[in-house]
Nanobody, 124 residues
Framework: VQLQASGGGLVQAGGSLRLSCAAS????????MGWFRQAPGKEREFAAR????????YYADSVKGRFTISRDNAKNTVYLQMNSLKIEDTAVYSC??????????????????WGQGTLVTVSS
């Protein structure tokens, strides 16, 4: 599975961005998809996950109510809509995928496939 993330950029605090991640190489509709982020000098952090059929989503407490993960299986793409952005949301955002929906969804080790990151910078 190849994952290609896009949509990062510079935005002011309170603004919005939508990240996209296009997948190829395997039946996209079979995959659990997720987003993680890593801020400078910090460990990788779980942001959101969506089940293969969009029936279930999970969010980190730090983004709950502000971020929305969604997917379009016809386009082989997963999205992360980010609203009310805060300076502390600044990070490299990476999309990830796995064939199995494990309970330990916030653990990076639960995901087999990773794309390159896209940088989101939130300014004051």
């Amino acid at each position: 599975v190849q994952l290609q993330a896009s949509g990062g950029g510079l935005v002011q605090a309170g603004g919005s961005l939508r990240l996209s991640c296009a997948a190829s190489g395997r039946s996209f509709s079979d995959l659990v998809m997720g987003w993680f982020r890593q801020a400078p000098g910090k460990e990788r952090e779980f942001a959101a996950r969506i089940s293969s059929n969009s029936g279930r989503t999970y969010y980190a407490d730090s983004v709950k109510g502000r971020f929305t993960i969604s997917r379009d299986n016809a386009k082989n793409t997963v999205y992360l809509q980010m609203n009310s952005l805060k300076i502390e949301d600044t990070a490299v955002y990476s999309c990830t995928a796995d064939r199995h929906a494990t309970a330990d969804y916030s653990n990076p080790a639960s995901y087999e496939y990773w794309g390159q990151g896209t940088l989101v910078t939130v300014s004051s």
